[in-house]
């Protein structure tokens, strides 16, 4: 099998990805009189291919318009092995569950939503809003529901990837095959229970937060609830409001309760109300404009707390102020909770959560705080460690996920190592994206891929253009593999770590985006940086096979018959006249043209 990379005469890089050395060029050299075989196609060569998506959250669904969209011929099915679409909106069903950035920035750039019922959005709205989304641009037709994917396997001979699948509404496991393989599970997919003896010995209700049981009457019990991350600050005020309900909330960590995400973008648009009236929702329907000006303030205001996320800034310094007075006014009535939960470490250090009537929550006769370390779990409630026991009919456990995590089921690449094994210290990948070891395999926001400050979504937006232009360079170019090299990595990684030395991420905190010494969840940078790196792919990063195993085979031969697929279809073969495809440049100077001083030109 050929393998053949963009290096200088086609030299192979060496074992850890690096380039070779240049070589000196030959004095003169034979002329070249060999003819290669026409490939009798366009040059645009859309040849077929098979992918297959992983997932139909936020991220699938987004592949599922852009890859019909932009790239022809391609045979594209998406397995989700939930019920519905939606992802973790569609799975994540607790009281209070919700959105707690701007909904009108939760969105895709295209299908911007003015019939948000209120600022932040709550689980159900926000599932709707991606029904709407997928119904909108025929999403489901791609998509099979209530199946799971339990093998994925890659073919070194075939350049393929064997993806085994069970169909959950019959039992049936069959075998598929694909060209490229797109996970959108996301990285909060795995959930952790907490790690405490006697776990599964508890005779009450026991439930995670990713797990909710609807059905279930939290009225009138003993609620235990472990955990003080975004699902707890969500969970513990919706619960205390029960009748008859008494909280235990088993807090171990210092937190940072702060404002909502968006506060300095609703004192510019002066709102006084986070609900929108019905009067205010036709208002936005009727005046693009208007609402356009109203979610660019919310989208500029986002990437402006960038700021905050920078250790010793002046904004992180001011925010830390801010957020201390705010929870010592807000625990009036229990300063020894204030004390307890301010922290030391910087905002941002573990993730910032507003939680609306959390902290008021706490202060309420029916909850209780517990500090105490849980020593073991027991049949009707838990024992601490100073040996007090709590007597329980339910426990919550709103514990988090495990970030990045490996599908549980077999996942081999190329090189024969399974994900769980290259994952085993830490979850890597090249901006978030692909992974050495596995070619024609690209994530949806893989590891350093959450934002610190800004828009969550562009992000996804951002790797979804990223892969569709990595799947029809592999299809245009008649490219069998395409694999990230290690050395690319190594310094993606590199980079990562010398970044976040200068963040307020590193600070004396435990947080799901953080393993040990190094970051694992944030991107390295602002929102627009991350914009900016993955407008222009690097191809150089990336090592190319092609089936073809002859000395004769052309790497260019995708260049066909010498005609595009506009002249042999009868399309407009003068386009490029057209105003729409024209880039007018400013005079006397060019260098004044708006367009490249909003945006830079990008290679």
Same mark, same amino acid.
């Given at each position: 099998?050929?393998?053949?990379?963009?290096?200088?005469?086609?030299?192979?890089?060496?074992?850890?990805?690096?380039?070779?050395?240049?070589?000196?060029?030959?004095?003169?050299?034979? !002329?070249?009189?060999?003819?290669?075989?026409?490939?009798?196609?366009?040059? /645009?060569?859309?040849?077929?291919?098979?992918?297959?998506?992983?997932?139909?959250?936020?991220?699938?669904?987004?592949?599922?318009?852009?890859?019909?969209?932009?790239?022809?011929?391609?045979?594209?099915?998406?397995?989700?092995?939930?019920?519905?679409?939606?992802?973790?909106?569609?799975?994540?069903?607790?009281?209070?569950?919700?959105?707690?950035?701007?909904?009108?920035?939760?969105?895709?750039?295209?299908?911007?939503?003015?019939?948000?019922?209120? $600022?932040?959005?709550?689980?159900?709205?926000?599932?709707?809003?991606?029904? &709407?989304?997928?119904?909108?641009?025929?999403?489901?037709?791609?998509?099979?529901?209530?199946?799971?994917?339990?093998? $994925?396997?890659?073919?070194?001979?075939?350049?393929?990837?064997?993806?085994?699948?069970?169909?959950?509404?019959?039992?049936?496991?069959?075998?598929? /095959?694909?060209?490229?393989?797109?996970?959108?599970?996301?990285?909060?997919?795995?959930?952790?229970?907490?790690?405490?003896?006697?776990?599964?010995?508890?005779?009450?209700?026991?439930?995670?937060?990713?797990?909710?049981?609807?059905?279930?009457?939290?009225?009138?019990?003993?609620?235990?609830?472990?955990?003080?991350?975004?699902?707890?600050?969500?969970?513990? !005020?919706?619960?205390?409001?029960?009748?008859?309900?008494?909280?235990?909330?088993?807090?171990?960590?210092?937190?940072?309760?702060?404002?909502?995400?968006? /506060?300095?973008?609703? @004192?510019?648009?002066?709102?006084?109300?986070? @609900?929108?009236?019905?009067?205010?929702?036709?208002?936005?329907?009727?005046?693009?404009?208007?609402?356009?000006?109203?979610?660019? @303030?919310?989208?500029?205001?986002?990437?402006?707390? *960038?700021?905050?996320?920078?250790?010793?800034?002046?904004?992180?310094?001011?925010?830390?102020?801010?957020?201390?007075?705010?929870?010592?006014?807000?625990?009036?009535?229990?300063?020894?909770?204030?004390?307890?939960?301010?922290?030391?470490?910087?905002?941002?250090?573990?993730?910032?959560?507003?939680?609306?009537?959390?902290?008021?929550? $706490?202060?309420?006769?029916?909850?209780?705080?517990? @500090?105490?370390?849980?020593?073991?779990?027991?049949?009707?409630?838990?024992? $601490?460690?100073?040996? #007090?026991?709590?007597?329980?009919?339910?426990?919550?456990?709103?514990?988090?996920?495990?970030?990045?995590?490996?599908?549980? &089921?077999?996942?081999?690449?190329?090189?024969?190592?399974?994900?769980?094994?290259?994952?085993?210290?830490?979850?890597?990948? &090249?901006?978030?994206?692909?992974?050495?070891?596995?070619?024609?395999?690209?994530?949806?926001?893989?590891?350093?891929?959450?934002?610190?400050?800004?828009?969550?979504?562009?992000?996804?937006?951002?790797?979804?253009? &990223?892969?569709?232009?990595?799947?029809?360079?592999?299809?245009?170019?008649?490219?069998?593999?395409?694999?990230?090299? !290690?050395?690319?990595?190594?310094?993606?990684?590199?980079?990562?770590?010398?970044?976040?030395?200068?963040?307020?991420? #590193?600070?004396?905190?435990?947080?799901?985006?953080?393993?040990? =010494?190094?970051?694992?969840?944030?991107?390295?940078?602002?929102?627009?940086?991350?914009? +900016?790196? #993955?407008?222009?792919?690097?191809? +150089?990063? *990336?090592?190319?096979?092609?089936?073809?195993?002859?000395?004769?085979?052309?790497?260019?031969?995708?260049?066909?018959?010498?005609?595009?697929?506009?002249?042999?279809?009868?399309?407009?073969?003068?386009?490029?006249?057209?105003? +729409?495809?024209? =880039?007018?440049?400013?005079?006397?100077?060019? /260098?004044?043209?708006?367009?490249?001083?909003?945006?830079?030109?990008?290679?």
């Amino acid at each position: 099998m050929a393998t053949i990379t963009p290096t200088l005469n086609n030299k192979q890089p060496a074992a850890n990805g690096s380039l070779p050395k240049p070589e000196t060029a030959p004095a003169s050299s034979q !002329p070249i009189l060999e003819a290669s075989p026409i490939l009798e196609e366009p040059v /645009e060569n859309f040849r077929p291919l098979r992918v297959v998506v992983i997932g139909a959250g936020f991220s699938g669904i987004y592949l599922n318009i852009r890859i019909p969209e932009l790239i022809r011929n391609v045979d594209l099915t998406t397995y989700e092995m939930e019920d519905g679409i939606g992802g973790t909106w569609w799975t994540n069903r607790y009281p209070g569950c919700g959105c707690d950035i701007p909904a009108h920035s939760y969105v895709y750039s295209f299908e911007p939503n003015p019939n948000w019922s209120q $600022l932040y959005a709550t689980a159900p709205e926000i599932q709707k809003y991606l029904e &709407y989304v997928a119904d909108k641009y025929s999403v489901g037709r791609h998509i099979k529901l209530r199946h799971e994917v339990c093998g $994925l396997n890659w073919d070194a001979k075939k350049l393929k990837w064997k993806i085994k699948v069970q169909n959950l509404n019959t039992g049936e496991i069959f075998l598929d /095959e694909a060209d490229i393989v797109l996970g959108a599970r996301g990285g909060l997919t795995k959930h952790s229970w907490p790690d405490v003896e006697g776990l599964w010995d508890f005779k009450g209700k026991i439930v995670h937060s990713a797990e909710w049981d609807e059905k279930f009457d939290y009225s009138n019990k003993k609620i235990g609830v472990v955990g003080v991350g975004s699902s707890a600050i969500q969970i513990i !005020p919706n619960l205390q409001k029960l009748p008859g309900a008494h909280l235990c909330c088993f807090i171990r960590s210092k937190t940072w309760i702060a404002t909502p995400f968006g /506060e300095s973008a609703s @004192t510019k648009l002066q709102m006084t109300d986070t @609900t929108h009236s019905p009067e205010e929702r036709r208002y936005f329907v009727e005046n693009k404009e208007a609402y356009h000006k109203f979610r660019k @303030t919310i989208e500029t205001e986002g990437n402006t707390m *960038y700021d905050v996320t920078l250790k010793g800034s002046a904004s992180s310094i001011a925010a830390q102020k801010y957020f201390t007075e705010l929870m010592q006014t807000r625990l009036a009535k229990r300063p020894e909770l204030a004390e307890f939960l301010i922290p030391s470490f910087p905002p941002g250090c573990r993730r910032l959560t507003p939680g609306p009537g959390f902290l008021e929550a $706490l202060t309420e006769d029916n909850v209780n705080v517990i @500090t105490t370390h849980i020593e073991k779990v027991l049949p009707t409630g838990v024992q $601490l460690t100073d040996g #007090m026991i709590v007597e329980l009919d339910v426990l919550v456990c709103a514990t988090g996920f495990d970030f990045g995590a490996a599908p549980k &089921y077999d996942f081999v690449g190329s090189s024969g190592i399974d994900l769980k094994e290259r994952y085993k210290d830490y979850p890597e990948a &090249y901006f978030g994206m692909t992974v050495d070891g596995f070619p024609n395999y690209f994530m949806m926001l893989g590891a350093n891929t959450a934002v610190g400050a800004g828009s969550a979504t562009k992000i996804l937006e951002c790797q979804g253009d &990223y892969i569709v232009k990595c799947i029809r360079k592999i299809q245009k170019e008649n490219i069998g593999s395409m694999e990230i090299k !290690p050395r690319a990595i190594r310094d993606w990684i590199r980079h990562i770590n010398g970044y976040f030395k200068r963040t307020v991420f #590193m600070g004396d905190c435990k947080s799901w985006y953080r393993r040990n =010494d190094r970051i694992i969840g944030i991107w390295p940078g602002s929102t627009c940086h991350a914009i +900016e790196t #993955m407008r222009s792919p690097r191809w +150089e990063d *990336y090592f190319y096979t092609f089936a073809d195993e002859s000395d004769d085979y052309n790497i260019l031969g995708w260049l066909g018959n010498g005609v595009t697929d506009i002249e042999k279809s009868g399309g407009d073969i003068s386009w490029y006249i057209e105003p +729409e495809h024209l =880039d007018l440049p400013a005079f006397p100077l060019p /260098e004044e043209t708006e367009k490249w001083r909003k945006v830079p030109f990008t290679y």
